[in-house]
């Protein structure tokens, strides 16, 4: 009882101290019964290791098994607690090992956490010892002595200490009783020995039961029947070379090699000599992949060894002599591991998508990686492809960070695909390779741009209300929301009015319309500012300049300012009788609220008193004599000038210009009826003339013989000075004085003067300021009481200009 009282107090110390070893070891450490239910809390990792427990879940706290990659427990995120996830057989996970260490990881992200947590598997008594053979074969010799030990067959216990073989116990008979002995290793195992010779003539045979019992409580028990042969005398058992044999072999060793040799000799002749080999004690694994040949003991390889499975296994063998004299050896093979296996890359967390605004440095994932090799074999190193803003950084054991080392734009690359290679240290060395997808996700960092810097419309005047004037285009390189565009117009005022009143925009489309129909003599040309603006939060826009500018059309017809078109005021010029041909007699002034072609005024006479004396000129306007001036020509000449735009189509307006061809007023006889003689037909005209001639006819005389005199008294000076004077009231301001385009000439100006009262008056005459230039008589200035009697005009109560 002593001896036993040592040995589980032996067993107790190695427990203890194998515990404060993992302990040691671990940030956290539990010991645990194997087999427990799924669902078993084993202790609130979070409180152990001062996490905070609110921040469980937003922390991604997870468990990670080292090495294996079963998981047998779990963390409860809300409370905290480390659970068993899967049920633990201790004698399936460490098979022989005096000690169960599941290592387990508690990683945590935000900041990056890991905590190493041992939890120690202990065993239950849940397995029977078991004997190799169901039956136990002993042949003795009838010559034995008293004292005689005969070994017998171990029993195996899967579970360790306590729980293990502690006793066997034999079945009562009077021959033999039962040692109990420990091994190196403290295992039991028991021998028979002879309390009472043999005598093979009265008994030959004999049969005894073995019972094996384990020190569990309660404990189990295994028994097997010993069959024993009384023999003639065989004194010698087999004596192993070793007491302990030691084998390496590497993994992945093929079939038929042979791990090693054991060898025993018999000091007996004959078949008590003869030595055959058997296990007397090996595992299920260790019996999957080894065999021993029975003669000549070598021990071969006859299945697949993986050093990542087991690293080490321990045999027993016995040596049998022809007799049944036994002894056994132990024989321990390591297991050399080789670089078989490649590392494992683990994508343990990944912030995707990632927003491309994000700096320099954002950790947006955690990569671990494993290699189930040893030593040199396991030693890695991580890395990544070229050309991507990425690295990855060694954070604790084998996990590394992946952070972004640039800045990041959707616009250019919208996807990477990042090839993560890690590679051993072994010889030679493997690798292996992931491939981890990461979108860029969109941030409104791109205004609208659009096509043009300025956009330039034309809109035809008169438009119709909504028509399309132009549309403008800008783009945003930013996805969903944050690229759509919506056009609006800017805030302001063209010519007083608000642009809202002038144009509209589609909002979607950029399609600007007119709100009303323009007109070019009032809106020539504006500009409006068009904004562009995204969806994004907060919104990103940029703006334009559209300039529109308003075609023109001929919808003006030409307006004649001098002579007066409504026959409102009576303007007459007067001719001298002396006039030579080309003598600039007077001049059609007109304008066009028009532009361009459209303001070309062209002058025609469409109907005259004597068509053959006077012209006009088609571009200025200007009217000339044709020839000179004779004595036999009517006084009162009447034209019906036609002024005609160039527009298409063509608009035209009509005047009358009254011309006397007299020398002096005194000799000018009745003129009422000049302005009507444009109402009555040809004949009509012609008779008033003739009448009005005859009347005229003895003052014409008088005038023309006044009129040579004075030539003979003085030099001859011309009568129409090339600059004619038009009052400045007939020019509108809002007319501009254009060249070439017939609306008005700056090269000349018309200046008329008459003296008021007498019909007696004289002219007054004036310098030429062109030496070619016919010098013309002032234009009448009519008054109020002049005017009925020079033209004979029925007082109607109009009023005429006065000319200056």
């Not at 030959?204 to 005398?233: C, E, F, Q, R, Y």
């Not at 209300?465 to 063209?494: I, K």
Request: with cysteine.
């Amino acid at each position: 009882m002593t001896y036993q009282r040592t040995v589980v107090y032996t067993y107790i110390w190695l427990g203890l101290f194998i515990f404060i070893v993992q302990r040691a070891y671990g940030d956290v450490s539990y010991s645990i019964p194997e087999e427990l239910k799924r669902g078993t809390e084993i202790g609130n990792v979070a409180r152990d290791v001062g996490l905070d427990l609110k921040r469980l879940a937003a922390r991604k706290a997870r468990i990670d098994t080292e090495g294996n990659s079963r998981r047998y427990v779990d963390i409860n995120l809300r409370t905290g607690e480390l659970t068993v996830a899967e049920r633990m057989d201790r004698e399936e996970m460490c098979s022989e090992k005096l000690s169960c260490v599941l290592n387990i990881e508690l990683m945590l992200e935000n900041p990056l956490e890991l905590h190493r947590i041992v939890v120690e598997i202990q065993d239950i008594n849940d397995n029977s010892p078991i004997f190799p053979n169901a039956l136990i074969k002993l042949e003795i010799s009838e010559n034995a002595d008293k004292g005689a030990t005969f070994r017998v067959d171990d029993a195996h216990d899967a579970d360790m200490g306590l729980n293990s073989v502690q006793n066997y116990v034999l079945e009562k008979n009077e021959h033999f009783v039962l040692a109990v002995r420990t091994n190196d290793d403290g295992g039991k195992y028991s021998e028979l020995i002879l309390d009472k010779e043999l005598d093979r003539e009265e008994k030959d045979k004999m049969t005894l039961a073995l019972t094996a019992v384990d020190g569990g409580n309660p404990s189990t028990s295994g028994s097997v029947t010993i069959h024993i042969t009384v023999l003639d005398a065989n004194d010698n058992a087999p004596v192993f070379s070793q007491g302990l044999y030691k084998a390496s072999l590497p993994e992945n060793s093929p079939l038929g090699t042979v791990v090693i040799k054991v060898s025993a000799t018999d000091a007996d002749a004959g078949i008590n000599g003869d030595v055959t080999y058997e296990f007397s004690r090996i595992s299920e694994k260790a019996r999957k992949l080894f065999s021993l040949n029975q003669k000549s003991g070598e021990i071969v390889v006859i299945g697949p060894v993986d050093y990542e499975e087991e690293s080490k296994y321990e045999i027993r063998v016995q040596g049998k002599d022809g007799t049944g004299l036994t002894s056994d050896t132990k024989v321990s093979i390591e297991i050399v591991d080789v670089n078989d296996n490649a590392p494992v890359i683990f994508l343990k967390s990944l912030n995707n998508p990632v927003p491309e605004n994000a700096p320099p440095g954002t950790e947006v994932g955690i990569i671990n990686v494993q290699d189930r090799d040893s030593e040199s074999n396991r030693q890695i190193h991580c890395s990544i492809q070229q050309n991507v803003p990425f690295k990855l950084v060694p954070s604790i054991k084998n996990y590394f960070s992946l952070l972004t080392t640039g800045e990041l734009d959707r616009e250019l690359i919208t996807d990477y695909n990042i090839s993560i290679t890690a590679t051993d240290e072994g010889s030679p060395p493997l690798s292996s390779s992931k491939t981890v997808q990461l979108s860029v996700a969109d941030v409104n960092d791109n205004p609208p741009v659009f096509d043009k810097q300025v956009y330039i419309a034309h809109v035809t005047e008169n438009n119709s209300q909504g028509s399309s004037v132009s549309s403008v285009t800008a783009r945003d390189p930013d996805w969903r929301q944050n690229g759509t565009v919506f056009y609006s117009l800017l805030p302001g005022e063209v010519n007083g009015f608000p642009v809202s009143s002038l144009l509209s925009v589609n909002g979607d489309t950029g399609v600007i319309h007119a709100v009303r129909s323009f007109d070019y003599e009032q809106y020539k040309d504006f500009k409006v500012q068009v904004l562009a603006r995204d969806n994004g939060s907060p919104p990103l826009s940029s703006n334009v300049t559209m300039s529109i500018y308003v075609v023109d059309v001929n919808d003006n017809s030409p307006q004649i300012l001098y002579p007066s078109p409504d026959g409102s005021s009576l303007m007459t010029e007067l001719v001298p009788r002396a006039a030579q041909a080309g003598s600039l007699v007077s001049k059609v002034i007109a304008v066009d609220a028009d532009s361009g072609q459209n303001a070309w005024l062209s002058y025609n006479i469409v109907k005259a008193t004597d068509p053959g004396l006077f012209s006009i000129g088609v571009h200025s306007g200007e009217i000339r004599t044709q020839r000179d001036v004779l004595e036999s020509d009517v006084m009162k000449q009447n034209l019906i000038v036609s002024v005609k735009d160039n527009g298409q189509p063509s608009l035209s307006a009509t005047c009358t210009m009254y011309l006397l061809i007299s020398d002096n007023l005194a000799e000018v006889p009745d003129l009422r009826d000049m302005s009507s003689e444009d109402n009555g037909s040809k004949i009509t005209s012609y008779l008033i003339i003739a009448l009005v001639s005859v009347s005229t006819f003895f003052l014409t005389f008088i005038i023309i013989t006044l009129t040579v005199k004075l030539c003979n008294r003085r030099s001859p000076r011309l009568l129409f000075d090339g600059a004619v004077a038009i009052p400045s009231a007939y020019l509108p301001s809002n007319y501009a004085d254009v060249d070439a385009t017939g609306t008005l000439r700056s090269s000349y100006n018309y200046d008329a003067y008459l003296t008021t009262g007498s019909r007696t008056s004289d002219f007054k005459f004036i310098r030429s300021y062109n030496d070619g230039t016919l010098l013309a008589d002032d234009t009448l200035k009519k008054s109020s009481s002049t005017a009925e009697e020079l033209f004979g005009l029925v007082d109607d109560g109009r009023s005429l200009p006065q000319v200056t």
